[in-house]
């Protein structure tokens, strides 16, 4: 789909805190391990916490042009306002990933967007994992509807960022792993319309 | 990682016994990081001492970083009071023969014009990096290029300082050196001017030792307190930033006005591309210019004569390449993430040439290469 030249754009948004960064930053990481051209850069703010959060992420293999852009191929938001936020970043071409549990209203969903697919990952993480690695299974899922980095090389890159912590509770990589590798399944069966789906995927166009 | 010693630079007056650690700095190494990381890391490659600051976004972790690697290698760091006091320490610095500089944004960069004015009367080697914010006053955080004038001109003087514009995080970690060098070289001072979008991303990148590439590093030389009986042993050091005549002042800015003028060829950089037969020629500088240089790209693809040109140094302007390139041009189209601020440079440059000028003037707000491509078009069509 994509030709040589073209990275894929991706926009991760949520409410600070929802650790929006850290999954743009680790899948920057992962691609950089890759050897592979990437740019990340935080829509940042005077607020401390709170409000909507937003990553940039470019990642190809010629360098990147400008920071920012205009049209994403990946649109993923975590939350409600994280939706409306973001709708500017959705064209045809684009994927919309959002949190099942964001009261989005139909009306603040894009329109124009290629898909729109509803994942429940609060839900999963709540449910058989641990509140704490959401973010985790939603980089899981962004790998899952990409492809663009490795499920070893994002491991990598996640060891680098936490592997500090998991030294000291081995579990919590084991967590992390899990968390990530459920990410990319849920996507899977958002995407085949599996019967354990509990996420909904509508076409567009 | 091979470390390489700080004593391989032994014609450094200024290396001593605190400052022996081995650089960090590996003879060639490709990491990731943001902007403010990269400075702290170019700072320690060019054999910075000491860097004085006060905190602003985005440019903090510029002195996180610094403060991070700076007592690994005997380098110091001094926190002031604002960033009248950061600028005057860095004078005190330089004057005390040491490789100092600052790192400030925004409102910050206007109280370092008045320190910054004192360094271009005193020809002072101060370096300070700038990573613009919205403006005016406190507006965002965020990013801008709307303190180009400020920056080239912001003193109260004539504007002997040299300033580079950087597109990314190479170009910030290269000139970053550079600028140590050129302010030592030339003895004026020497902005390097980013922004907060090159402050806070992270991109690939090579940090090197510079000597590792045989490259040159200038070394500092003390102002006061050299050795010997002034007047008897060496000429006494007149350091003087006040003047009792009216021509006293006028010599004295005449010399640093020929001064500034001889050295501004060696200094004037500039990139361009596709110029030679471009029908419209986009003006653009910094991390812009990468928007700029995309748009070509894609209306060469579609068959569209487009070039760019990308000033380096916005001061010294590198004028006479610019005249060059515009003459060849029907029409220039300007992109900023301000309003008009190089807008302003380019005009003066080009005074005396007819060719039609367009802008695309955005400020406070990042440009995409998308909207350049529609406003060429336009004017195209």
């Not at chain 2, 060496?234 to 930033?241: F, I, S």
């Amino acid at each position: 789909m994509k030709t040589k030249k073209k990275p894929l754009k991706i926009v991760v948004a949520g409410e600070g805190g929802q650790g929006v960064q850290a999954i743009a930053e680790i899948l920057a990481e992962a691609a950089y391990e890759e050897g592979r051209q990437a740019l990340y850069i935080p829509n940042f703010g005077v607020e401390q916490r709170g409000g909507v959060s937003i990553a940039f992420l470019q990642i190809g293999d010629q360098p990147i042009g400008a920071p920012k852009f205009e049209t994403a191929d990946i649109v993923v938001a975590l939350n409600a306002r994280a939706v409306l936020r973001t709708r500017q970043y959705a064209g045809r071409q684009t994927i919309l990933v959002y949190d099942n549990l964001a009261e989005v209203k139909g009306e603040d969903l894009p329109r124009q967007a290629a898909r729109i697919l509803s994942i429940p990952a609060l839900e999963t993480a709540k449910r058989e994992l641990h509140p704490r690695v959401f973010n985790v299974l939603i980089l899981g899922a962004v790998i899952g509807a990409t492809g663009v980095v490795t499920l070893d090389n994002t491991k990598k890159a996640l060891e680098k960022r936490l592997g500090y912590k998991f030294e000291h509770d081995p579990k919590l990589r084991e967590l992390n792993h899990r968390a990530l590798e459920r990410g990319v399944e849920l996507l899977g069966q958002v995407i085949q319309g599996g019967k354990e789906q509990s996420g909904e995927l509508r076409a567009h166009n | 990682m091979t470390g390489l010693s700080e004593s391989t630079s032994a014609n450094r007056p200024a290396a001593r016994a605190g400052s022996s650690a081995t650089i960090p700095v590996p003879g060639e190494k490709r990491v990731f990081m943001t902007g403010n990381e990269v400075v702290a890391w170019a700072a320690i490659a060019a054999r910075a001492d000491i860097m004085y600051g006060y905190p602003i976004t985005p440019q903090n972790e510029v002195m996180h970083y610094w403060t991070r690697l700076a007592p690994k290698f005997g380098k110091e760091f001094l926190q002031t009071e604002d960033e009248l006091a950061a600028g005057f320490t860095t004078i005190g610095g330089v004057l005390a023969g040491k490789k100092a500089f600052t790192a400030t944004a925004g409102p910050g960069n206007i109280l370092m014009q008045e320190p910054a004015s004192m360094a271009e009367m005193m020809r002072l080697p101060v370096v300070v990096v700038i990573m613009q914010r919205g403006g005016p006053s406190t507006a965002t955080v965020i990013y801008s290029q709307q303190e180009v004038i400020l920056t080239t001109f912001g003193g109260n003087g004539e504007g002997f300082r040299i300033v580079y514009s950087t597109s990314g995080l190479q170009e910030l970690y290269d000139y970053t050196i550079k600028a140590f060098n050129t302010a030592w070289r030339y003895r004026f001072p020497v902005f390097v001017l980013a922004d907060g979008y090159q402050a806070k991303m992270r991109e690939p990148l090579t940090i090197y030792d510079p000597l590792a590439r045989g490259m040159e590093l200038v070394p500092p030389e003390q102002y006061v307190g050299r050795p010997g009986m002034p007047g008897v042993d060496r000429p006494p050091g007149h350091y003087r930033n006040t003047y009792n005549t009216e021509e006293e002042l006028y010599e004295i800015l005449q010399g640093h006005v020929q001064e500034y003028e001889r050295v501004a060829p060696e200094i004037m950089e500039h990139e361009s591309l596709e110029t030679e037969d471009a029908d419209l020629l986009i003006i653009a500088h910094g991390v812009v210019g990468r928007a700029a240089k995309q748009a070509v790209e894609q209306l060469r693809e579609e068959g569209l004569k487009v070039g760019c040109f990308r000033p380096v140094t916005l001061r010294p302007l590198s004028a006479g390449a610019l005249r060059d390139a515009v003459s060849r041009a029907k029409r220039i189209l300007v992109v900023e993430s301000a309003y008009g601020q190089l807008g302003k440079l380019v005009r003066d440059a080009l005074c005396g040439l007819v060719v039609e000028m367009f802008s695309l003037y955005k400020p406070g707000v990042g440009v995409t290469p998308e909207e350049v491509v529609i406003r060429s078009k336009e004017l195209i069509a």
